[in-house]
């Protein structure tokens, strides 16, 4: 009888160190994502976590082990074609043409993907349904947040990226955000979030990032020494 051998991880970060600006923000972490599995990044403004996703996305290398997608370093030829269009990045620029409709800005990415029909129902999921036909002048900052969040709906890759989701979203934009992350997951796709405010996740791994730089000595730690002395 032959013992059967546990899924590899899709994903494994193998004794991953980050440099970022010649300073070392990681040094020898080990992550294994299966499907369905989750990875906040949390840590103070620079310490790095937009630094570590864009290394999990391939546009930079780690300066030292290896980041393995269905174990094989994602730097080798050939693998990173195809790892690459697996991802769905979602950052902090919005990128969103101005001169066209709410609609075209979600529709384009599905087209690229040749997928048809997601567009609509996924405006309609993040509460802008009836803001398709207009231009994005007429949106708000958490609109337009939400107009990132029905791309990745529509494209539908199953490694989800995403840097500082939440921020400029409501309490409902958060709630709805949740429960996207909650049913990609569900249908085995895996979320690595950055940030640093709170979202509601089953079960995730947490990778706190350090400061860069330790924090300058204030007027109340001084009081609080001179008490202690």
């Known amino acids: 009888m032959s013992i059967r051998k546990p899924p590899l991880p899709r994903l494994l970060l193998n004794n991953v160190s980050c440099m970022r600006n010649a300073q070392q923000i990681l040094r020898n972490v080990n992550v294994s994502l299966h499907d369905g599995g989750a990875l906040v990044l949390t840590g103070a403004n620079g310490s790095g976590k937009t630094t570590f996703l864009r290394m999990l996305a391939g546009f930079s290398r780690p300066s030292a082990g290896e980041i393995l997608w269905n174990g094989?370093?994602?730097?080798?030829?050939?693998?990173?074609?195809?790892?690459?269009?697996?991802?769905?990045?979602?950052?902090?620029?919005h990128a969103i043409h101005e001169k066209k409709t709410v609609f075209w800005n979600v529709n384009s990415f599905e087209y690229l993907e040749g997928k048809k029909g997601r567009a609509l129902p996924a405006l309609q999921l993040m509460g802008l349904g009836r803001l398709a036909n207009e231009k994005p002048r007429m949106l708000s900052m958490g609109?337009?947040?939400?107009?990132?969040?029905?791309?990745?709906?529509?494209?539908?890759?199953?490694i989800w990226l995403l840097d500082e989701p939440s921020v400029a979203l409501d309490d409902e934009g958060?709630?709805?955000?949740?429960?996207?992350?909650?049913e990609h997951r569900k249908q085995g796709g895996i979320v690595i979030v950055a940030t640093?405010?709170?979202?509601k996740m089953e079960d995730p791994m947490i990778l706190r990032l350090p400061p860069r730089f330790p924090r300058k000595m204030?007027?109340?730690?001084?009081?609080?020494?001179?008490?202690i002395s």
């Open 174 to 182: 958060v709630k709805l955000l949740e429960y996207i992350i909650a």
């Open 143 to 158: 609109q337009r947040k939400r107009v990132q969040l029905a791309r990745l709906l529509a494209m539908d890759r199953p």
């Open 218 to 227: 204030t007027l109340v730690d001084m009081l609080d020494r001179a008490d």
């Open 196 to 199: 640093h405010l709170p979202i």
């Open 72 to 93: 094989h370093n994602i730097q080798e030829s050939g693998i990173f074609q195809q790892y690459k269009v697996q991802l769905n990045w979602l950052s902090l620029q």
